[in-house]
C-alpha cells in the first residue's frame, strides 16, 4: 500500500513566518523612510523651495502680497509689473523668525485676511474696491495681544516720491530727503522745537506711485523720517493696548490717488475764508515802545508812510504785546483824542476806524495779571487748563511758558471760558474796530510736554482742532498759526516764519511750503513776510528781498516785515509797488476762480508739476516751479546771484507762452538756462 511521506508543517510553518517577519520589517523601513522623506520635502517646501511671494488678497487690478524673506507687504498690480507701495512690518514680534504668513483666519471672507503675529499682535486686513472711482483701499489693523507692545511699520521710499505728513524746518518737495527722529505725530512751535513738525500737519501721506496712506485720527501716533529710505508709523505702548490704524489706497496715478484722498480726509463742505484780505498787503508794525497811546502813534507814522510812498491799502498788523497795550488804552482818553480832533486829523484817528488793523493774540494768560488773580478768587479756575491735586481734589492750573512769561492757557473744552474769551474779542473789535485777528499759541500739547496725562479731550491735537472751532465763531477774517484737521473752515493759516537767506529754510522753502500746505488742504495762506521774518530783523540783502517779492507777489496775500522804502526810494520800492498791483490785478482773481473750484472738488489751488501729467516722473521733484490751476506756470528764481534757471515745461498735450515775450512752448520741453532778470520772474501761460 502506498503511504506519502508526511508534509514538514512545522518546517513550513517557520519559513512562512520568517517571510512574514521579513516583510513586516521591510514596509516598516519603507513606511519610515516614506515618512522621513516626506518630513524633509514639506521642510525643504518650507524653508527653501517655497515661493518667496504669496498672494493675501487680490482686486480687480492690485492686489496684496506678502514678501517673506524680507517681511513686507506689497502691494502690486495683477501682473506684477508695478509695485504701489512696500512696507516693512517686520519690527512686529521678532524679526529673525521667518514666518511664512500664509494662514488666513478669515478665509471664508475673501475681502479679508487676518492672521495672529508671533503671538503679539493681530493683524486684520479688509479689502475695498471701488470701481466708480477705479480705487482700491487695504484698511490694515494691528492689535496688541499683550500691553506695551510697540507698533511700528515703516513704508519704504525706494523708487517713490512721498508728499505730506507735517511742516518741518527746511521743508522739502517730496518728503524724501527729510530726516525726523520717532516722535508724537502732533504740530509743535518751530521756532521753540525745530526739530519738531510744525503746521500744516494731517495723518495723510501721497505717494507718486498712486497710493495714498491715511491713518486713524484719534488713536496716538509717533512718526520718524529716514532720509531717502522710509518714514514709520509707530503706535503708543500702554495699558490700554492701543492698535495702529492706517488705510493704504491706490489708483492708476498720483493725481487720481489724491483726488480720492481728498474726499476721505474730510466730509464737511469746504467754505471760504474773507477773500477781500487777498488784494491786501500785510504790515507788521515794528515798534518797540511801552504805551498804548505811543502804538497809536506808530500805527499813524506808519500809515502816513504808506500813503506818502504810494503803496495802497493794507492791514497794519501788531503783535500781541502791542495789542495789548492798545487795547488797554483808557477809554476816555481815546474819546477825548477824538473829540479834540481837527477835521484834517480826524482822517487819520479814530485811527483804529480807519485803517485796516490785525491784532494778535493768544489763549495764554500771564499769571501776574488781574484777570487771572480775579479767576482765583471767583472760583473760574477751570477756565485754565488745570489738574485736580487730588482724585477728587481741587483744580490746579497748569502753568507754562509764552513769550517769556509764566502764563496758564485757556481751558477750551469749558463753555464758560470759550464764552469769556469771545467776550474779549468782542470788546476788542467794538474799542479798536480792527477786521483781523491772528490766534497764536495753539501748537503743542500742555499737558504731554510736562509728562503730565492729558484728558481724554485734549489729547494729541485737539487743542489745536477745538482752537480752530473758536476761531471760526470769531469769523471769516480769522488767521490761525497751525492747522490740522481745519482746512475746510473759512480761516487763513499763517506760513512758518523763515530765516533771511538763500537756504532751504530761508527762500527756497518757500514753494516746498506752499506745495505741503495746499496739498492737505491749507490754500488760504499768510506766508511768511518778504525777506524772511525768523530772526526779527530787518532784511537788508536787496537782491534777496526782490526775488522773495516776485514770488510773494503769486502767494495769495502778500506780507511784509521790512518795509521797502529801507532800501531807499529807487528799484526796490517800485518793484513793491508794481507787483502788488500785479498781485491785485491779475493773481487774485486767479486764485478766487480756483478757490470755487476747490469748494466743489477739493482740487488745490496752487498745485504741483505733476498734476497735469501725473505719470511723468520728470514732475516729481520739481521743488521750484508751481502751477495756479492749470493755467498758469510760475517759475521763480531761488538761486543768489543767478539771472537764468533751468525750467520744465509739463506735457499734457497743450503749449506754454512766456508771459513775458510771447515765445511759445510745446509741453514737455526742458529749458536750459532760461533767461530770467533780476527784475523778473518767469511765468508761462497754458494754451490749448
Excluded at 162 to 191: C, E, H
Excluded at 269 to 293: C, H, I, Q, T, Y
Excluded at 502 to 513: E, F, T, V, Y
Amino acid at each position: 500500500m502506498w503511504n506519502p511521506s508526511p508534509i514538514p508543517e512545522v518546517t513550513w510553518d517557520t519559513g512562512l513566518k520568517e517571510m512574514n517577519e521579513t516583510w513586516k520589517g521591510a514596509i516598516a523601513c519603507l513606511g519610515v523612510a516614506v515618512f522621513f522623506v516626506m518630513t524633509i520635502g514639506i521642510i525643504y517646501w518650507q524653508v527653501v523651495d517655497q515661493p518667496n511671494k504669496n498672494w493675501i488678497l487680490r482686486g480687480t487690478f492690485s492686489g496684496l502680497i506678502w514678501e517673506r524673506k524680507t517681511h513686507s507687504l506689497l502691494i502690486q498690480t495683477l501682473t506684477e509689473d508695478k509695485t504701489y507701495v512696500e512696507i516693512d512690518v517686520g519690527n512686529v514680534g521678532n524679526p529673525d523668525i521667518e514666518i511664512p504668513f500664509v494662514r488666513n483666519l478669515c478665509w471664508l471672507n475673501k475681502t479679508e485676511f487676518c492672521y495672529t503675529w508671533d503671538s503679539v499682535a493681530e493683524v486684520k486686513i479688509s479689502l475695498e474696491v471701488n470701481e466708480d472711482t477705479e480705487t482700491e483701499c487695504y484698511s490694515m489693523t494691528w492689535a496688541p495681544v499683550h500691553c506695551h507692545v510697540e507698533l511700528k511699520d515703516c513704508f519704504s521710499m525706494a523708487n517713490i516720491s512721498w508728499y505730506g505728513g507735517a511742516s518741518v524746518r527746511g521743508q522739502t518737495w517730496p518728503i524724501n530727503d527729510q530726516n525726523a527722529t520717532m516722535q508724537p505725530f502732533v504740530v509743535s512751535d518751530l521756532k521753540d522745537n525745530p526739530s519738531g513738525f510744525g503746521s500744516a500737519l494731517e495723518r495723510y501721506f501721497l505717494g507718486s506711485s498712486g497710493v495714498t496712506v491715511l491713518v486713524s485720527p484719534d488713536i496716538p501716533l509717533q512718526l520718524g523720517l529716514d532720509s531717502r529710505q522710509q518714514f514709520c508709523l509707530q503706535s503708543l505702548p500702554s495699558m490700554e493696548r492701543l492698535p495702529l490704524q492706517y488705510t493704504v489706497c491706490v489708483a492708476h496715478n498720483v493725481k487720481a490717488a489724491h483726488q480720492e484722498a481728498v474726499q476721505q480726509l474730510s466730509e464737511h463742505s469746504r467754505e471760504l475764508p474773507n477773500m477781500k484780505a487777498l488784494r491786501l498787503p500785510f504790515w507788521k508794525l515794528l515798534a518797540k515802545v511801552d504805551s498804548g497811546p505811543k502804538v497809536e502813534r506808530e500805527m499813524r507814522t506808519f500809515s502816513n508812510r504808506l500813503k506818502r510812498h504810494q503803496l495802497g491799502e493794507g492791514v497794519i498788523n501788531l503783535n500781541e504785546h502791542s495789542t495789548t497795550l492798545i487795547s488797554d488804552m483808557d477809554h476816555d482818553y481815546l474819546n477825548s483824542r477824538k473829540r479834540g480832533m481837527s477835521k484834517r486829523l480826524t482822517r487819520d484817528l479814530p485811527l483804529v476806524k480807519l485803517l485796516n488793523i490785525s491784532i494778535t493774540m493768544s489763549p495764554f494768560l500771564g499769571v501776574d495779571t488781574t484777570q487771572f488773580h480775579t479767576s482765583l478768587i471767583d472760583g473760574t479756575e477751570a477756565y485754565w487748563l488745570s489738574l485736580p491735586s487730588a482724585p477728587q481734589g481741587q483744580l490746579i492750573p497748569v502753568m507754562s511758558q509764552w513769550r517769556g512769561k509764566f502764563c496758564v492757557k485757556l481751558n477750551i473744552t469749558n463753555p464758560g471760558a470759550v464764552s469769556w474769551f469771545l467776550d474779549r474779542v468782542g470788546a476788542l473789535q467794538a474799542h479798536l474796530g480792527m477786521e483781523y485777528i491772528m490766534l497764536e499759541g495753539g501748537e503743542g500739547n500742555l499737558f504731554e510736554e510736562q509728562a503730565l496725562r492729558p484728558p481724554q479731550a485734549l489729547g494729541g491735537d485737539k487743542y489745536i482742532s477745538l482752537l480752530a472751532d473758536l476761531a471760526t465763531r470769531i469769523g471769516d477774517s480769522t488767521i490761525m498759526t497751525a492747522g490740522t484737521r481745519s482746512s475746510y473752515k473759512p480761516l487763513f493759516v499763517r506760513m512758518t516764519p523763515l530765516q533771511s537767506d538763500w537756504s532751504p529754510m530761508g527762500l527756497k522753502a518757500i514753494i516746498p511750503n506752499l506745495l505741503h500746505h495746499t496739498l492737505l488742504g491749507y490754500n488760504f495762506l499768510i506766508p511768511d513776510a518778504v525777506g524772511g521774518s525768523l530772526s526779527g530783523d530787518l532784511v537788508t540783502d536787496e537782491e534777496l528781498f526782490i526775488r522773495w517779492l516776485e514770488i510773494a507777489a503769486f502767494l495769495p496775500v502778500m506780507s511784509f516785515h521790512t518795509p521797502p522804502w529801507i532800501f531807499g526810494e529807487g528799484q526796490v520800492l517800485n518793484l513793491t509797488r508794481n507787483y502788488l498791483t500785479r498781485h491785485q490785478r491779475d493773481v487774485a482773481p486767479l486764485i478766487e476762480k480756483y478757490a470755487e473750484e476747490w469748494q466743489v472738488t477739493g482740487n488745490p489751488i496752487y498745485r504741483p508739476m505733476w498734476w497735469l501729467n501725473p505719470t511723468d516722473s520728470m514732475t516729481f521733484t520739481i521743488n521750484d516751479q508751481f502751477l495756479i490751476g492749470d493755467e498758469v506756470l510760475v517759475a521763480p528764481v531761488v538761486e543768489k546771484g543767478a539771472v537764468q534757471r533751468d525750467i520744465y515745461l509739463p506735457d499734457g498735450g497743450f503749449q506754454w507762452q512766456d508771459n513775458q515775450n510771447a515765445r511759445v512752448f510745446d509741453g514737455g520741453t526742458f529749458l536750459h538756462d532760461y533767461p530770467v532778470p533780476l527784475t523778473e520772474v518767469a511765468v508761462f501761460l497754458r494754451r490749448s
